[in-house]
Structure formats: structure tokens, C-alpha cells
């Protein structure tokens, strides 16, 4: 998750008449903190920032694939990279805090943190669009009224526990809640783009666009270059330049995204030095092909983020929409298959770790046998549950480890005898089902070169007599099919955040199981998980709220929907030696926003592309 928050004012005329209706746990604060103390309410500058940093320079990162509209938030075709640089949202997150936020559009917020059944925020009266409009109540109001009825079926999910937007004043307005204590929201609602009311009339939120579209953000769009790359400039007008948590930031005078068929290609292209900063994700890649010119000329410089935030489960998605995926116990017996010791050491040069948890590298991972405490959640829901999850979430868990000889024979011979228990049988070398039907699979992908970490757990699969193919279709093709949730097989990344919630819905909960556009792609219909989400979104506190977590993270690992894969708790950059980042590191985010560009590194890097 993204959020925002806002710097304090009084609270002003036309609003006196509220004072009466709040009660003693109702509070108005310059920062949103759920669960916890904010750390820099009291600073001018955020401690991540260099205020002293020059403005100019560019830069430039990559992106795969291509775009068509400049509306994100209607869910419509491919949305544009960068975009977010052209609003502000309501508040703005801290980068070291999870669940904090402080003033950008409001300047304070009124709530309950206890029984959070509203939120009142009281915008900026300096806030400006950037064609020097100001910002008001009733741009919030459109902004979050098109969200709920136009936006895609993820968003207006995540957003359904919004009942109204009402406007209180021109500076003020009021989002109430369906439920009575969901303490999350004021955090979900602070953290989206505000749009202006205005520059909406007449045009059709719901449309693919690649009209500008007004907001009060830093950075104005510059160029466009249909499908291949767009460029912002900043805005040396920017309203909110002077808030704690913007000064130092935003430095580059421009930002440019370019378009690439895929990451090989994309890489080509970082190393000519067609765009200045590339995110590694592949480790062949890390360890084996930084080794060109420009590396050892030191006009190109590796960097590591090691961060502290749960790393982002890298998975096999079963779809369990379709057999045989709709059974426990084909799932259990195939997740056996994959072998990750083999692979981390003959494929990725030992730079990962096998995920136990989809919560991994925090305190949200589920370890161990459930405690006490845990078991008091769980206890009147195990009856509920199937006897193979029943047993799964009681365990220590561990996911099979091999001897990393590439052979996996000890798990595969374990999981052919799961299989045969379960019914399946093997004929002339092919698995059926309990009718007799050959079991056939498609393994959807969009990535190149995905197909070499592929082949091992495909080589296995067929090994128990799994027919599987691989279907690689283009990137909108992809994104259709996703929507769609027309699939057997596929990977996925889902990031997670500190402060779980409401999207946990998004992509665990039965609601979101057959809405297209939606996070839940392995089709989990449990009601139990749903149960243990609704617990995590009202936990009174922070005990509480990764006590349930870690009982959500055992009941995900238990059911088998997906296949936790490999990650690891860093970011991988490498960039054309002309930058500079603050001493001290958020520990969040690598706050790219908060670098800048050194003017006559920059001069030797184009002096070293010329020559080239």
C-alpha cells in the first residue's frame, strides 16, 4: 500500500458546530498513526531528506510492455508509468513508520482511532491544482464518489466499506463508515490520488484516455511518445514544495519512462544508456552480467536497498476455480513438486530464500507451533476446516527441503504416494483423475525468459505423470486473461504491507473470488479466512493485529492455494554513476523521490555515452 497524510491547522469557522457531536476519543491530529506513535510529527524536514539538495537533472527508469491511458485509477487498459507524480493525495506516508502519515492536501484529520467510524479531514486552504485552482471539500467528494462507482472492481472493493462523502465546508470533508470500527480506512482513503471536479465535466470517467488529466502533484506530463515513453517535467509552481515531508524531494527536473518489449531488452537498453536507473530482479542477471564497460569504467554503480518490509510473495498460482486445483489434496501432493534447493543453487547463484510465509522478513510471519494465543483465534474455527488444513495450520511448518542434487526423489515418490491415496492413478506413464481423465495443465506466463526457472518444477510434474504445457502470451493478452481469471496455472508477486487490511479482502476473501480485475486469483472461497480478515481489519491494536495476521498466514500456507516460491529482503538497483541519496535511509522504501542528480557526474556520463 501507498498512503498520505498532512501538516495541522486550527480548526475553522463554519465547523464549531461539530465540537458538540465529538466525544473524548474523537481527536484531530496533524498525522494519521494506527497502532502506533508517530516519530516526526514535531519536524520540519523528514530525516530521510538532504534540504540542501539541488533541483535538475533527469531520470530515467524502464518499464515493460506499453500504455494507453493516463486514468489509473478507471481500471482501463494499460495504465502509465509514473503517473502518481501528477496528484497529491491526502496525506502522505512516513518511509520509516508503518501506518503513519502526515499532511499534503489535508492539513489535519478528525477520528476515532478506537472506533473509527469516520474520518473528517480538513484540506490545505493553500492547496492548489496546477492550473492554480484551489483544492477543495468537493474535488475530494467527486474524486472518491467516481472511485466507488467507476473505478475498477479491486478499488471499489477495497473501498467498500466507504458508505458516504459528505462535504462539511469548503475544507472539509466527511467520510463515513458501513462498519464501526475499521481503523485502517482513514488510511486507505488518505493514500489515493485527488482528482478536480472540474476538469471532469463532461468527460467519461470510465474511458481510456490520453488526455492530461489536472492535478495538483510535482510534476506536469512533458512528452508523450505513444506506447514508447513519457516524460514529466516539474512543476516550479508546486503548492505543497515547503511541506515537512517534500522538502528535499523531487529533485530531478525531469522523469522519463521507457517502454520495452520485455526485461531483456529493457537491459540492452539501460546499458547504452537509453534510460539511468534499472531495478535487477533476475539474480543470473546480478551475479553474472554486471561486467560491461560502463561498470568497470565506474560510470555504472550497483546498489542494494536492504529494506524492512515483508518480502513480496513470489508464488506458483493454483487456480482453484477449475479441477483439478479444486482439490486439497492434488494441490499438497503437486507443491511437493517444486524444489527450491536445486534451483537456488544451479539457477540463482544462491541470492534467495525459500518463502515460509506470505508474510516473510517481519514480525507478521507465522513461526513455530500456534501459541496460546493464536490457538484461542483458532480453536472455534478448526472444525470448519478441511482435515488436511486442519493439520497443516496446528504444525510447525516447513516447506520440503531437498538435497539440491536436481533429483528430488525423496518428495516426489511422497507426493505420488499423496496422490494414489487420493484416488488419482497413473496409467502408461499419465496421471488421472478419479474418472479416468488424464490430468493436463497450462502454465500461463507473460515473461521472457521465465521459461528457464520453469522447466525444473515442469520436469517434475511430469515426472508424477502431469501433462503440462507453457502458454506465453503478450502482456495485455495477459492482463485480460488475469481479469478474466482464465487460467490453470500462473506465477505472481504479491507485495504486502506492515499495516495489513482491508485488501487483505482483495486477495484472500470470497467476495473477491469471482469479480474480474480483482487480486484473488487462486479463487479462495474460505470462510474461515474471511473470518480472520474482517479480525485483522478490526484489531483494536497492534498485538492484535499481527497475532491475526500470523493466524491468516497459517490458514494460506495450509490450504495450499499457491506455492510460495523464492524472494529476498532487498532491492537490487544498478544506475549511471550521477546520483546521490541522503545519509540516513528510510527504512521503508529506497526513497528514490529524495535523490538528485550531481550536475557534473551527469556531464561525464554524456561525455562517456558520446564516445561509445
Known sequence: MSFAILKGRAFIGGLAFLSQALNAAVQTTPYIAIHSQPKYAALSVMPYANIHAPKGGYLSQASNGTFDNLNSMNGKGSSTEGIDHLFDSLMANSLDEPGVMYP????????????????????????RFSDGSGVTAQDVKFSFDAYQTKSNPGLQMYLADLDKTEVLSKYAVKMSFKSENNAEMPLILSSLPIYSAKDWQGKDFTRVTMQPILGSGPYLIDRIDAGRSITYKRNPNYWGKDLPVNKGRYNF??????????????????????????????????????????????????????????IPTQSFVFNTR??????????????????????????????????????SNSELEAKGIPSQAEMAILKPHLARLSPIQ??????????????????????????????????????????????????????????????RTLMPFIRNMKRLGVQ?????????????????????????????????????????????????????????????????????????????????????????????????????????????NMYHQPKVKPKLSAGIDYWWSDAAQAKKVNQYLRKQ
Open 468 to 576: 503440462v504445457s507453457i502458454r506465453h502470451v503478450d502482456v495485455p493478452q495477459y492482463i485480460e486473461r488475469m481479469r478474466s481469471k482464465d487460467f490453470d496455472m500462473t506465477t505472481s508477486v504479491m507485495p504486502q504491507s506492515l499495516n495489513p487490511g482491508n485488501e487483505q479482502a482483495q486477495f484472500w476473501g470470497s467476495a473477491s473470488a469471482d469479480q474480474p480485475g480483482n487480486y484473488n486469483y487462486s479463487g479462495i472461497k474460505n470462510p474461515v479466512i474471511d473470518t480472520l480478515i474482517e479480525q485483522i481489519i478490526q484489531a483494536p491494536n497492534r498485538e492484535q493485529l499481527v497475532l491475526r495476521t500470523q493466524v491468516l498466514d497459517r490458514l494460506l500456507r495450509a490450504g495450499y492455494y499457491q506455492i510460495p516460491t523464492y524472494g529476498k529482503g532487498e532491492n537490487w538497483f544498478a544506475y549511471w
Open 253 to 310: 527536473e525531469r522523469l522519463k519512462y521507457v517502454y520495452y518489449r520485455n526485461l531483456d531488452i529493457a537491459f540492452e537498453g539501460f546499458k547504452s544508456g537509453q534510460y539511468t536507473l534499472h531495478e535487477e530482479f533476475t539474480a543470473r542477471k546480478w551475479v553474472t552480467e554486471y561486467d560491461f564497460p560502463a561498470v568497470k569504467a565506474g560510470m555504472v554503480v550497483k546498489y542494494k536497498f536492504q529494506h524492512q518490509n515483508p
Open 322 to 359: 477449475r479441477a483439478p486445483f479444486d482439490d486439497i489434496q492434488f494441490r499438497q501432493a503437486i507443491s511437493n513438486a517444486y524444489d527450491f534447493e536445486w534451483q537456488n543453487k544451479a539457477l540463482f547463484y544462491g541470492q534467495y530464500q525459500r518463502l515460509q510465509s506470505y508474510f
Open 104 to 127: 499534503l492536501l489535508a492539513e489535519k484529520v478528525t477520528f476515532d482511532p478506537d472506533k473509527t467510524r469516520y474520518v473528517i479531514f480538513h484540506l490545505n486552504p493553500k492547496a
Open 390 to 451: 486442519r493439520q497443516g495450520v496446528l504444525k510447525k511448518w516447513q516447506y520440503p527441503v531437498s538435497d539440491a542434487s536436481g533429483f528430488n526423489r525423496a518428495h516426489l515418490l511422497m507426493a505420488r504416494q499423496q496422490l494414489l491415496q487420493a484416488g488419482y492413478r497413473v496409467k502408461n506413464g499419465q496421471l488421472l483423475d478419479t474418472k479416468g481423465k488424464p490430468i493436463r495443465i497450462e502454465f500461463l506466463i507473460h515473461q521472457d525468459g521465465l521459461q
